[in-house]
C-alpha cells in the first residue's frame, strides 16, 4: 500500500505571507497531482507532475516534484484570502489507475 | 472541458432504505471511474474502482453488497448505498478518468452529501 503524508494539517496565516506545503512517501509515483477542495465541492485539479525534479507554476503556487518522484512541494507566494480552501496531493501508481491521497492541508488566510 | 457530474448533491434518506448516486462524464468518455467517501475534515478514501462493462474492484473494508457499483456506459457510473444507516451518513465524490487522455489525471464531480435518519 502506498502512502502519502501531507504536512501541515492545518496552516492559518495572514494575507500576503508564503507558504509550503509538503508531500512525502516512501513510494515512487508515476506521477502526482495537487488538488483544490472549497466546503460542499468535489476537488478541481491544479497541476500534475510528472518527471522528477520538474516545477511548475500556476500564477502565485509553485509545484515542485522531487527528484526520486517520492515527494512534492506546493509553494505558495503572497496568499490572498481566495487561497483559503483544503489543499490535497494525490500519487498515482506506476499504472497510473489509480490515486493514493494526502491527507489534505487545510489553509486559512486572514485578511 | 472534463466536466464530471453528479446527482443528487444532497439526499436524506430513512434508515434501511437505498439511495443511488450518479456519476456522470460530460464530455469525454471515461472507461474507469472512482467512488470517493469523505468525512469531514478529512481526506478523500477511495472505496471502489468502476470499470465500465466489468465488475467494481473495492477496498479492503468496503462492503461489496453494501455499496453496489454499477458502470453500463463509458459516461455513467452508478453507486447504491443499500439499506443504509445513520453511519453511512458521508460525502460521496466520483471521479473520472478519461479514457483516451495519456496521463494519470482524474477529474471529479461535486460531490453528494447523504445523510441517513
Known amino acids: 500500500t502506498q502512502l502519502l503524508e501531507q504536512s501541515p494539517q492545518f496552516l492559518s496565516i495572514q494575507e500576503g505571507e508564503n507558504l509550503t506545503v509538503y508531500c512525502n512517501s516512501s513510494?515512487?509515483?508515476?506521477?502526482l497531482q495537487w488538488y483544490r477542495q472549497e466546503p460542499g465541492e468535489g476537488p478541481v485539479l491544479l497541476v500534475t507532475?510528472?518527471?522528477?525534479?520538474e516545477v511548475k507554476k500556476l500564477k502565485r503556487l509553485t509545484f515542485q516534484f522531487g527528484d526520486a518522484r517520492k515527494d512534492s512541494s506546493l509553494h505558495i507566494t503572497a496568499a490572498q484570502p481566495g487561497d483559503t480552501g483544503l489543499y490535497l496531493c494525490?500519487?498515482?501508481?506506476?499504472?497510473?489507475?489509480?490515486?493514493?491521497f494526502g491527507g489534505g492541508t487545510r489553509l486559512m488566510v486572514k485578511p | 472541458g472534463a466536466v464530471v457530474s453528479q446527482h443528487p448533491s444532497r439526499v436524506i434518506c430513512k434508515s434501511g432504505t437505498s439511495v443511488k448516486i450518479e456519476c456522470r462524464s460530460l464530455?469525454?468518455?471515461?472507461?474507469?471511474m472512482f467512488w470517493y467517501r469523505q468525512f469531514p475534515k478529512q481526506s478523500l478514501m477511495l472505496m471502489a474502482t468502476?470499470?465500465?462493462?466489468?465488475?467494481?474492484?473495492?477496498e479492503q473494508g468496503v462492503e461489496k453488497d453494501k455499496f453496489l457499483i454499477n458502470h453500463a456506459s463509458l459516461t455513467l457510473s452508478t453507486l447504491t448505498v443499500t439499506s443504509a444507516h445513520p453511519e453511512d451518513s458521508s460525502f460521496y465524490i466520483c471521479?473520472?478518468?478519461?479514457?483516451?487522455?495519456?496521463?494519470?489525471?482524474?477529474?471529479f464531480g461535486p460531490g453528494t452529501r447523504l445523510t441517513v435518519t
Open positions: 471521479s473520472a478518468r478519461p479514457s483516451e487522455a495519456g496521463g494519470d489525471e482524474q477529474y
Open positions: 513510494s515512487v509515483f508515476s506521477s
Open positions: 507532475v510528472v518527471t522528477g525534479g
Open positions: 494525490a500519487g498515482a501508481n506506476n499504472a497510473g489507475n489509480m490515486l493514493t
Open positions: 464530455d469525454f468518455q471515461a472507461t474507469t
Open positions: 468502476s470499470n465500465e462493462g466489468s465488475k467494481a474492484t473495492y
